[in-house]
């Protein structure tokens, strides 16, 4: 059981490139989601889906796109990279709803990600 | 919109008690969690509020009051593992979203 595990776990782009994240999870959840974490601000909502074939938008979707094609993944893309997206990204997967469960957020390792 | 607050830093010494409080001002509220990350790693769930009052799992405790918008977590027995980064997070009915305090670094001193 692995839980959530991301891909790539460092990544270093140029200004313009594009790139996409891959987040899967093995725990059967229905819900997932995509942060970013910066200095001094939190983890903001970026994407989230409730489930495969849907998505919506968070806090600071602007500049990222999201798909779920299957349950079990997640995928962020960048389609044209800007320094302002260097951050780390987190990917993070729940239940709808399970009794005898709190329904917390679990949450992969990161991906680290740099934008020159 | 969401708002979350609570101290940036608090420095503890080992052994002692510490206690961080988060405020919140949310519409559609569905529970406080509290969750721990070290350094250069993911979050972790530490502990839930649903209902006003005092949740206590081994030497963390976690309590919340509604009315006030108000929730703290208390760390006993501190340990140098213990330092780390302390995240308040509340839970809205849409989507299972949380939206997430910037964290209360906490630094463990012998």
């Known amino acids: 059981n692995a839980g959530v595990t991301q891909t790539p776990k460092f990544r270093v782009l140029k200004t313009g490139q594009s790139m996409t994240l891959l987040c899967a999870q093995d725990?059967?959840?229905?819900?997932m989601y995509w942060y970013r974490q910066d200095p001094g601000m939190g983890l903001r909502l970026i994407h989230y889906s409730v489930g495969e074939g849907t998505t919506a938008k968070g806090e600071v979707p602007d500049g990222y796109n999201v798909s779920r094609l299957k349950k079990q993944n997640f995928l962020l893309g960048l389609e044209s990279a800007a320094p302002s997206q260097t951050s780390v990204y987190f990917c993070?997967?729940?239940?709808?709803?399970?009794?005898?469960?709190?329904?917390?957020?679990?949450f992969g390792p990161g991906t680290r990600l740099t934008v020159l | 919109g969401q708002n979350i607050d609570q101290p940036t830093e608090m420095t503890a010494t080992e052994g002692a008690i510490v206690q961080i409080n988060c405020t919140y001002q949310?519409?559609?509220?569905?529970?406080l969690f509290w969750y721990q990350q070290h350094a250069g790693e993911a979050p972790t769930f530490l502990s839930y509020n649903v209902l006003d009052g005092l949740e206590e799992k081994g030497r963390f405790s976690s309590f919340l009051s509604r009315s006030k918008g108000y929730s703290y977590l208390l760390l006993k027995e501190l340990q140098m593992k213990d330092s780390a980064s302390y995240l308040c997070?509340?839970?809205?009915?849409?989507?299972?979203?949380?939206?997430f305090g910037t964290g209360t670094s906490l630094t463990v001193i012998p």
């Open positions: 949310t519409s559609g509220f569905n529970g």
């Open positions: 993070a997967s729940s239940y709808s709803f399970q009794r005898g469960s709190y329904n917390e957020q679990f």
């Open positions: 997070a509340v839970r809205v009915l849409t989507g299972n979203q949380f939206y």
């Open positions: 725990m059967n959840h229905e819900y």
